[in-house]
C-alpha cells in the first residue's frame, strides 16, 4: 500500500521555524519528485517546493524563496520542508506529493499537515 505521511506541524509565532517530515512507503521513493502543496481556508492549493528525484534540482513558489528549504534523504525514503521565517499568509495544510519526471503533475498526495502561525 502506498503512504505518505505527513508531521512536523503546528502552531508557531510569526518569524518562528518549523521542520515538516513526509515518510513514504510502499513504492519506489528515489524514482520519484517530491513536492510541499499548501492549501488555506478558503483558498486554492498552491505548490510550495519541489525536489527532483536525484535530489540535484529544487524549484520553490516566489513567496517562500529564502524562506523555505526542501530536501529528500532517499536512503529513509523521507522529504522534508525547512520553513523559517514563517509568517501569517504561511498559515495552511500542508502536504507532499509525488510526481514522474518532473514537479507536475501530483499523483499522490498525503493526508497534510496543519501549520498554523499566529501573529
Known amino acids: 500500500e502506498v503512504q505518505l505521511v505527513e508531521s512536523g506541524g503546528g502552531l508557531v509565532q510569526a518569524g518562528g521555524s518549523l521542520r515538516l517530515s513526509c515518510v513514504v512507503s510502499g513504492f519506489t521513493f528515489h524514482a520519484y519528485y517530491i513536492s510541499w502543496y499548501r492549501q488555506a481556508p478558503g483558498k486554492e492549493r498552491e505548490r510550495v517546493a519541489c525536489i527532483s528525484s536525484s535530489n540535484d534540482d529544487t524549484e520553490y513558489a516566489d513567496f517562500v524563496k529564502d524562506r523555505f528549504t526542501i530536501s529528500r534523504d532517499n536512503a529513509i525514503a523521507t522529504a522534508y520542508l525547512e520553513m523559517k521565517t514563517l509568517r501569517p499568509e504561511d498559515t495552511a495544510v500542508y502536504y507532499c506529493?509525488?510526481?514522474?519526471?518532473?514537479?507536475?503533475?501530483?499523483?499522490?498526495w498525503g493526508q497534510g499537515t496543519q501549520v498554523t502561525v499566529s501573529s
Open positions: 506529493t509525488t510526481s514522474v519526471a518532473s514537479c507536475e503533475p501530483p499523483l499522490r
